[in-house]
């Protein structure tokens, strides 16, 4: 099992930065890939950034590139996030996410991030 504690949401005007962190607990399982999605109301979940293998090779979704960063550690089950110049559509709950090699995807609970016009 892995246990996924997120922070660092809140309410930012457009334009602003925040920075999301997540922190993994689990046992007897090596992470092999951390990442964040997002969902805004009505709509599909969204991948937004992840980190996969020993040497953390990160991919951003569209809406994450030139303004986003991903950072952190799988083998310490760290990962953050980094968000600059936000736009109101960047407002929805962010989900931090982990699994090992081959397995399923563990959620965290999710944080809210909403960016004002």
């Known amino acids: 099992q892995v246990q996924l504690v997120e922070s660092g949401g809140g309410l930012v005007q457009s334009g602003g930065s925040l920075t999301l962190s997540c922190e993994a607990s689990?046992?007897?399982?090596?992470?092999?890939?951390m990442g964040w999605y997002r969902r805004a109301p009505g709509t599909q979940r969204e991948l937004v950034a992840i980190?996969?293998?020993?040497?953390?090779?990160?991919w951003y979704g569209n809406s994450a590139k030139g303004r986003f960063t991903i950072s952190g550690d799988n083998a310490k089950g760290t990962v953050y996030l980094q968000m600059d110049n936000l736009k109101p559509e960047d407002t929805a709950v962010y989900y931090c996410?982990?699994?090992?090699?081959?397995?399923?995807?563990?959620w965290g609970q999710g944080t809210q991030v909403t960016v004002s016009s």
């Open positions: 996410s982990a699994r090992a090699m081959n397995g399923p995807n563990y």
């Open positions: 689990r046992s007897g399982i090596n992470i092999y890939q």
């Open positions: 980190i996969t293998g020993g040497d953390g090779y990160i």
